[in-house]
């Protein structure tokens, strides 16, 4: 049994990768002032950049689970997410509204997938 893990600080990893399955840690914005549409966008870019380096992409998502503070914020996220998710392989997904560990994010994203 082999986990890689990739990016692991004290309190977590960003990517752990066991049997072809790549799980990311929630991402968030760095740019804590921009709204959803914003951090959504750096969101889902934060999420290629490590999928990318898992050896996959966005094509190969199994899985994916939106935390939104707000769901007044729905709109607009799915606004970004619908630019961005590739068409033809749009994964199952969850949103949900939840009170998040920091509050200027508005927008958190954990992702499964396969590799590539």
């Known amino acids: 049994m082999e986990i890689t893990r990739l990016h692991v600080g004290k309190r977590l990893s960003e990517v752990a990768v066991f049997n072809d399955t790549i799980y990311l840690a929630g991402q968030i914005a760095e740019d804590t002032g921009a709204d959803i549409v914003g951090q959504t966008r750096e969101v889902l870019s934060h999420v290629d950049r490590l999928l990318t380096e898992a050896g996959s992409d966005k ?25 961005w998710v590739a068409q033809g392989h749009t994964p199952p997904r969850a949103t949900v509204e939840a009170k998040l560990a920091n509050p200027a994010c508005l927008v958190e994203i954990v992702v499964t997938a396969g590799k590539r």
């Open 59 to 83: 094509t190969c998502i199994l899985m994916c689970q939106i935390y939104i503070s707000d769901m007044a914020n729905f709109a607009g996220m799915n606004e970004v997410w619908d630019e």
